[in-house]
Structure formats: C-alpha cells, structure tokens
C-alpha cells in the first residue's frame, strides 16, 4: 500500500515498471525484468558505525574460533578413546 497508495500500477525503481509494446519491441521482446525495472536504490543508515560493527565481529569470530579449537580438541580425545 506504501509503494501503490491510490491501489494503481506505477512505475517503482526495483520493483515494477510499466512498458508499452514499443519498448518491448525496441528490447526484442525480451521479458528480462532487470532490463526494464532496474535497480532500487540503495537505503543509507546515518547511524551505522562501520568500525563497531567490525569490531563486534571480530570479538565474536575470536569466541567462534576458541570454540572451536575446544571441539575439535574434545573430537580428537573421543577419537582417541574410540582407537581411532
């Protein structure tokens, strides 16, 4: 309803596009949605902090990583017991 608020068909970068059969014969008939309705463009969030985001990722890649050096040490030792 945001993007149609009269409940008609218009044109919506990204989304839908209304040609006549002229363009379409002009694009050999091609029914490719991305030749016609293009590309939405692209929301920018002023808050987002790049840096933080990157260093809360990197803190949780640092926990995933000690994780899984524990696992694989705790895989190796049932191997072990296992005689394999």
Same mark, same amino acid.
């Given at each position: 309803? #945001?993007?149609?608020? %009269? +409940?008609? =068909?218009?044109?919506?970068?990204?989304?839908?596009?209304?040609?006549?059969?002229?363009?379409?014969? &002009?694009?050999?008939?091609? =029914?490719?949605?991305?030749?016609?309705?293009?590309? +939405?463009?692209?929301?920018? @969030? #002023?808050?987002?902090?790049?840096? %933080?985001?990157?260093? %809360? !990722?990197?803190?949780?890649?640092? @926990? *995933?990583? &000690? %994780?899984?050096?524990?696992?694989?040490?705790? !895989?190796?030792?049932?191997? =072990?017991? *296992?005689g394999i």
């Amino acid at each position: 309803t #945001e993007r149609f608020p %009269e +409940a008609k =068909l218009c044109n919506v970068e990204g989304l839908v596009k209304l040609v006549d059969r002229e363009e379409l014969e &002009a694009n050999d008939w091609s =029914l490719t949605p991305g030749r016609y309705v293009g590309v +939405a463009p692209e929301e920018v @969030d #002023e808050d987002f902090d790049f840096e %933080e985001a990157m260093r %809360e !990722i990197h803190v949780e890649l640092e @926990d *995933l990583n &000690a %994780e899984a050096v524990g696992l694989a040490g705790r !895989i190796q030792k049932n191997f =072990l017991e *296992l005689g394999i």
